[in-house]
């Protein structure tokens, strides 16, 4: 079979449905149904719709999962008795003898019962994945199904009348009457079986919901929902007919009751299914089912209410109009306890042991506008972060530099994960089961991200959730990552200042210092020759000058180092055309409209160009390289561009040497800026806020 011919198969099935459903309507018209029962057929049409129309649906979808043709089979079967039904009316009720074979119309109207019921078992026992929740499971299903065919069989093969519905005797032609009592056994055996197996059936939607965990558990939930709702819904009727008894009030209770159930079989049931296989997240379920847990807990308080009162003052009183107002006026003023009530309550079976997200909203607002240190504020967001959402641990990532850092941690014991690289300015993978971002002013910076237990996974309210306290924590990230980045870069210029005294303090050990040590042993070797050798002294102190003279250029070189006498007297222009002179490569110097600044600012880009040149002659293997120096609205600019073998600024985080040109700049309000691309030359440029020279 093809997989066209298998997604048809179903809809070939539904028009069948659609019309055993419009023969039933016609004949329902001509019987005159709709007017002895307007609400009960209008109900019948919409469960053969709901089952009929999901079940195509679903084995369209997945034609190999039974789920869909079980939903398809359920409305032929009820659409099916619902035909046969009118068929009897109108075979021996509203045109005696007009049609033939009401007779087998008769044994139909029963026999289809079993067969619905044991699918309908099938169903709860299958669902979502169209198979059975282990091994153990496995003789379920054939056992399901040979119970409902014992008592389809036991149904057919009855001896005696056949009961209709319809007001007419018909005996059973195919009844076997010897085998009358085998025959009540085995529909004993089978009804009573078939109604047993509903017990493992909703054993196994329960075992599912606490076993599964991702789309399979928010799938069952949408079932067990309305599956519990109905129950509830049958508890109430039963308990309100064993309290009422028998009255006017008990009967139109019932059929209440009924009504509601069968909407609730025949309509929730295939719509939940629909929704939970095809869109579990179509809609919010805990909100429907928090308002339908508050609504249905204010109902039977109010009716609690209500019903003691009135019994007790009707005890004293008798059945007075007094009763009535006073029980009236019990509801009114129990109204708002009992509102209160069912919020918590609801509250309670939504969100567990959770606050709710206007409470979550609420207090993480409330937090912000406290004083909280730096190292206190994160904490405190993970802990929120965990409480609110039901998590088993959560993080706040932290943006710093060019990677997410997690910040911290609840509970505080976790481990700690690894720093993810940013590529871009998108949101990485981060170990979790769901990370939202944290921006601000268009700006990543941070990820706010849960680990949720297996056995209740993340769901669209608290997605939603996360997004709200998102919004809200970007202010706490932006202040707390300026602190963590001005703490970075005071470790780094302190740690470049150490590094820079260090290697002059080895500069002057192993040179000048060496030299003047030097210097001194041999004038006081010449002090010893001036009497015993004037002419050799005299040659010694030659020499002396001359040893001098070198250490003294030993020096100013040395000064030169940590701020150029060329760059205090004449500027930047010169100091780094006398810079390009000294590397290897080609090397043009352009100036345009730059003057005398600042003595911090002019340090700050020398240095940063001959960083900038330093590195080129290490790695970029260029040809030519180009210093452009220039104005532009009132900063300076500069950039040193080469055409060497570049690299991807993606893959290859800043060095040392490109770090403190970021961080020198920085400490003076400026900018750098990285370009290149691999075998295109690196582009190195800067901008500083400029401050007129003192």
């Known amino acids: 079979m093809t997989a066209v011919v298998r997604a048809r198969a179903p809809w070939l099935v539904w028009v069948g449905g659609m019309l055993l459903l419009a023969a039933t309507l016609s004949l329902s018209v001509l019987n005159g149904s709709l007017s002895k029962d307007p609400f009960f057929i209008p109900l019948a049409v919409a469960m053969i719709l709901g089952y009929s129309t999901v079940g195509a649906l679903l084995a369209s979808r997945n034609p190999r999962n039974p789920i869909g043709w079980l939903m398809i089979a359920v409305g032929i079967l009820f659409a099916l008795s619902g035909l046969t039904g009118e068929y009897v009316t109108y075979a021996y009720v509203t045109n005696p003898g007009s049609v033939p074979l009401g007779v087998v119309a008769a044994l139909l109207t029963n026999s289809v019962w079993p067969l619905m019921i044991g699918a309908i078992m099938l169903l709860a026992l299958l669902f979502p994945t169209g198979r059975v929740p282990s091994q153990r499971w496995r003789y379920l299903p054939p056992a399901m199904v040979g119970l409902a065919l014992i008592l389809f069989i036991g149904t057919v093969l009855t001896p005696g009348p056949i009961d209709t519905g319809a007001g007419v005797r018909i005996i059973n032609p195919i009844g076997v009457e010897p085998l009358g009592s085998v025959i009540d056994i085995a529909g004993t055996i089978g009804g009573i079986g078939l109604m047993l197996s ?65 909407a609730l079989l025949g309509i929730g049931v295939p719509v939940a299914m629909g929704v939970a296989v095809l869109r579990y997240r179509l809609y919010d379920l805990d909100l429907v089912v928090k308002k339908t847990v508050m609504y249905a807990t204010v109902a039977v308080l109010l009716t609690a209410v209500f019903l003691v009162v009135a019994v007790a003052i009707g005890g004293i009183a008798g059945r007075t109009e007094t009763s009535a107002i006073v029980a009236a006026a019990a509801i009114g003023v129990s109204l708002w306890p009992a509102l209160r009530i069912a919020r918590r309550l609801a509250d309670r079976v939504v969100y567990g042991g959770r606050a709710t997200p206007y409470e979550v909203l609420t207090s993480f607002s409330e937090r912000l506008s406290e004083t909280y240190s730096t190292a206190d504020v994160l904490p405190r967001t993970a802990q929120l972060l965990a409480g609110a959402t039901g998590a088993a641990g959560a993080t706040v990532w932290l943006h710093v530099g060019r990677e997410l850092r997690p910040a911290a941690s609840w509970p505080q014991t976790a481990v700690a994960s690894p720093p993810v690289p940013l590529d871009a300015d998108e949101l990485p993978w981060v170990p979790a089961d769901w990370a939202e971002e944290v921006r601000d002013r268009g700006e990543l910076l941070g990820a706010l991200a849960v680990d949720m237990p297996a056995s209740d996974p993340i769901d669209p309210t608290r997605q939603r959730l996360l997004r709200d306290l998102a919004a809200q924590a970007g202010l706490v990230l932006r202040n707390v990552r300026l602190i963590e980045e001005l703490r970075e870069s005071r470790r780094r210029l302190v740690a470049a200042q150490d590094e820079e005294r260090r290697r002059i303090e080895r500069n002057i050990h192993d040179g000048a210092q060496q030299q003047l040590v030097a210097l001194s042993v041999q004038l006081r070797l010449v002090e010893g020759m001036v009497e015993k050798d004037p002419a050799r002294a005299a040659e010694q102190l030659s020499s002396l000058q001359a040893a001098t003279t070198v250490a003294l250029e030993d020096l100013r070189d040395l000064a030169r180092g940590i701020y150029p006498p060329l760059l205090a007297d004449r500027g930047l222009p010169a100091a780094l055309e006398a810079q390009a002179t000294k590397i290897s490569v080609p090397t043009t110097v352009e100036a345009d409209g730059v003057g005398r600044y600042a003595q911090d600012i002019e340090a700050a880009v020398y240095f940063c160009c001959l960083e900038a040149l330093q590195n080129i002659t290490k790695y970029a293997n260029a040809s030519t390289v180009r210093v452009k120096l220039g104005s532009r609205d009132g900063d300076l600019v500069f950039d040193v561009t080469d055409d060497g073998v570049g690299f991807d600024p993606a893959t290859v985080t800043y060095g040392t040497g490109l770090q403190g040109m970021a961080d020198r700049l920085d400490a003076i309000g400026g900018t750098l800026d990285v370009r290149s691309e691999p075998g295109r030359g690196t582009t190195v440029a800067g901008t500083v806020p400029v401050r007129p020279a003192t």
Not at 199 to 209: D, E, N, Q, S, T
């Open 198 to 262: 509903a017990i493992p059936a909703i054993l196994a939607v329960v075992l599912r919901f606490k076993r599964s965990q991702g789309e399979e558990r928010q799938q069952i939930r949408w079932l067990a929902y309305v599956a519990g709702t109905l129950a509830a819904v049958i508890v109430a009727g039963v308990a309100t007919g064993l309290v009422v008894g028998s009255s006017f009030g008990n009967s139109f209770l019932s059929e209440l009751f009924f009504y509601v159930g069968f």
